[in-house]
Structure formats: C-alpha cells, structure tokens
C-alpha cells in the first residue's frame, strides 16, 4: 500500500471504530432505526478502507459495495458470511432512510452489533496483511 493511501486507510478504519461505537448508544437507546444507519456505515467505511489500501475507490455506495464483492468476495479472500453482514445492512440502510414508516426492533437490529464487530475486526486482519 503506498504512503498516499495508508492515511486514508486509517482514517477510515478510525471512522468505522467510531461510528460502531455510536451504534452501541443508539442501541442502549432503543433507537434501531439509527442504530442501523451507524451499523451500515461502519460497515462501509471498514470497505472503503481495504478498498483505498488496494488503491480502489467508488463515490457511491452501490459502487463502494460492488467493488467489495468483486474484488474481495467472489475470489475468496472475505467469506460469504461476513460479506452478508455489510451487504444486508445496505438492504436495511436503505430502508431505514428511503422508506416511510419502516420500523426496526431490537430482535432485528441488536444481533447486528456483534456481527458488526467481526466484519471490522476482519477487514482489519486483512489490511494488516498488506505488505
């Protein structure tokens, strides 16, 4: 990863630390339908980051997602698994925000957390693997 990158790799791996933890005092709170706006863009700054280690980037979020699942997913290198967890949380995401009078419990939203933290921690394991 050149030098360039490296700082735009951290600050968005930082970004995604901090907006999961957000998503922690919204879920103390009861608030899931913002709950599940923080837990999407955690998700996708962790993308954004290992996308601008490999020196890729998107201005949207489609594009920020496809990249992820064809550089990333379909070759392997992140599980299918995790790959879902950012996946349905742009599902949710876009719900959240673009639907009216769409509703989210704390039987949908609080498992997220957790599987939040994995994809993070995942991502991280790979960029830290980048020569």
Same mark, same amino acid.
């Given at each position: 990863?050149?030098?360039?990158?490296?700082?735009?790799?951290?600050?968005?791996?930082d970004r995604a630390g901090e907006v999961w933890e957000d998503a922690k005092l919204l879920a103390?709170?009861?608030?899931?339908?913002?709950?599940? *706006?923080? #837990?999407?863009? !955690?998700?996708f700054?962790?993308?954004?980051?290992?996308?601008a280690a490999h020196e890729?980037?998107?201005?949207?979020?489609?594009g920020v997602l496809s990249l992820f699942n064809l550089h990333f997913v379909k070759p392997g290198i992140i599980a299918k698994?995790?790959?879902?967890?950012? *996946?349905? #949380?742009?599902? !949710?995401?876009?719900e959240s925000d673009y639907t009216d009078f769409a509703v989210f419990t704390e039987e949908q939203v609080a498992p997220q957390l957790g599987k939040?933290?994995?994809?993070?921690?995942?991502?991280?394991?790979?960029?830290?693997?980048?020569p």
């Amino acid at each position: 990863m050149s030098g360039a990158f490296s700082g735009v790799v951290q600050h968005r791996l930082d970004r995604a630390g901090e907006v999961w933890e957000d998503a922690k005092l919204l879920a103390g709170a009861k608030r899931w339908k913002s709950c599940v *706006n923080r #837990l999407y863009y !955690s998700c996708f700054y962790a993308a954004s980051a290992l996308l601008a280690a490999h020196e890729m980037s998107s201005r949207k979020h489609a594009g920020v997602l496809s990249l992820f699942n064809l550089h990333f997913v379909k070759p392997g290198i992140i599980a299918k698994e995790i790959a879902e967890i950012y *996946n349905d #949380l742009f599902d !949710s995401r876009q719900e959240s925000d673009y639907t009216d009078f769409a509703v989210f419990t704390e039987e949908q939203v609080a498992p997220q957390l957790g599987k939040v933290e994995i994809f993070i921690t995942t991502i991280k394991s790979i960029i830290s693997q980048i020569p």
